[in-house]
């Protein structure tokens, strides 16, 4: 495979963006590799109910 | 050759937890980010309440990218600049970047866990009664 990109002219207006977060990337240029991995957790067991934080070894994930 | 970004306005709110805003070209970047978000009901909290070593998630090891297959390319940069008018942002938080400028290489990686913690339903009926009784009893 052969693969040609020209790089005409690239203008953009305005850019609007409410939040970047969690090791995320916004970026105005040039990059060659990009790697964002995320790992994001609210599972059942992070829903307690009572007053003392049920809490121990293997509880949780 | 890489090319030139060019921004005439930029405007960000805020920039919080290790986040970076980058003005400039630059080769690497590999930002990591673990995190635990309590919320709970009351306004007791401490911090060793969680700690990182007792949930698995923040162990587990991320799916490794392989080498990634190169195909050859030519790039002809015909126009060598990038022209962005303007940008407004928020927040920038969590160990997460904004740059103008080239970055070669991101490796970014972000770990989040949340709780959410409410207090019993029966525990907070005793206490609304005792507050009631304590009411009551400054009354009389």
Redesign the interface.
Known sequence: ??????????????????????????????????????????PPE??????I?P?G?G??? | MKRNAKVQHIYINSNAYGSVIQIGDAVKADPYIRAIAVQKEGAFFDTNDFPFSAFPLYTRPFPEIKEESSIPQQHHHRDRNIHVHSFDIEGVTGSSIVQVGSLKDIDAKARLKHFRILADEDEKEEENDNEENQKGRENR
């Not at chain 1, 992070?46 to 007053?51: F, K, L, Q, W």
Request: charged content about 10%; hydrophobic content about 40%; proline content about 0%.
């Open positions: 495979m052969n693969f040609t990109v020209h790089n005409w002219g690239l203008n953009v207006g305005h850019i609007q963006i409410t939040g970047v977060s969690s090791s995320s990337v916004f970026l105005v240029g040039d990059n060659e590799t990009i790697k964002l991995s995320s790992m994001f957790d609210t992070s829903y307690i109910v009572g007053s934080i809490f070894a509880r949780g994930g």
